[in-house]
């Protein structure tokens, strides 16, 4: 499903050079719930957004269900990522003038389907995450964790295989939060998804399929 091979990232600066990624190789299986532990600083993020092509390697290669990233344009990766990947960030990224239908409904704007179709879809997911009851509200009227849960929503209404999550449940408590991972649990194994998480809770990485420990940049296991 997905492929790094000798992966590196290197921020450069005029006088400094930081090593985010150090030949890395790793790869994850259709299905699978990954893990990525480390502490702070050690290119988790990074490691995940080069997933997500929102960044690029600076040596190495990402391959996507077969298809080797490095050779698309901006416009061939913004629609890569609308159809094969979700994302799911810590601070929920929420557009508060949005109530939560649109903020859900988002996604499937770039796509070619009607605008009762997107509703509808929008609806779907909102009612299996458990918030159809807040449709019509504001992501300021909700709490943490009803937030998150309109945030994976959002993630899952394209129907997407990938779904890459940063620290999903480290903005709640840990009642919140063993809801939010229980709902990536249930999508991972009743549909199948294949989920990558960054996350610091030991708990819930043992929970996962496998976890991919990194410190300093470096893959440690």
């Known amino acids: 499903m997905i492929k790094l091979s000798n992966l590196e990232k290197i921020y450069r600066t005029k006088e400094i050079e930081t090593v985010a990624l150090e030949n890395v190789n790793l790869e994850v299986n259709k299905g699978e719930f990954l893990s990525i532990m480390g502490p702070s600083g050690c290119g988790k993020s990074t490691l995940l957004n080069i997933m997500g092509l929102l960044d690029i390697p600076t040596v190495g290669k990402v391959e996507i269900d077969g298809i080797e990233t490095s050779g698309m344009n901006d416009k061939e990766k913004a629609s890569f990522r609308n159809i094969q990947l979700g994302f799911i960030f810590q601070s929920f990224h929420l557009i508060n003038s949005l109530n939560v239908l649109d903020n859900v409904e988002l996604p499937l704007l770039y796509r070619k389907i009607s605008a009762s179709e997107r509703r509808k879809t929008a609806k779907t997911v909102l009612e299996k995450v458990g918030l159809s009851h807040r449709m019509k509200h504001f992501p300021t009227q909700l709490s943490g964790g009803q937030c998150q849960r309109v945030a994976i929503a959002r993630a899952i209404v394209g ?3 990938i779904i890459l999550a940063d ?8 009642k919140m939060g063993a809801e939010i991972l229980d709902i990536l649990h249930q999508l991972n ?4 998804r294949t989920i990558i998480m960054v996350t610091h809770n030991e708990q819930q990485a043992n929970q996962t399929s496998r976890t991919a420990r990194f410190f300093d940049g470096r893959q440690i296991q």
């Open 159 to 161: 129907n997407p295989n």
């Open 167 to 174: 620290e999903p449940t480290g903005n709640l408590d840990s």
């Open 189 to 192: 194994r009743e549909e199948g």
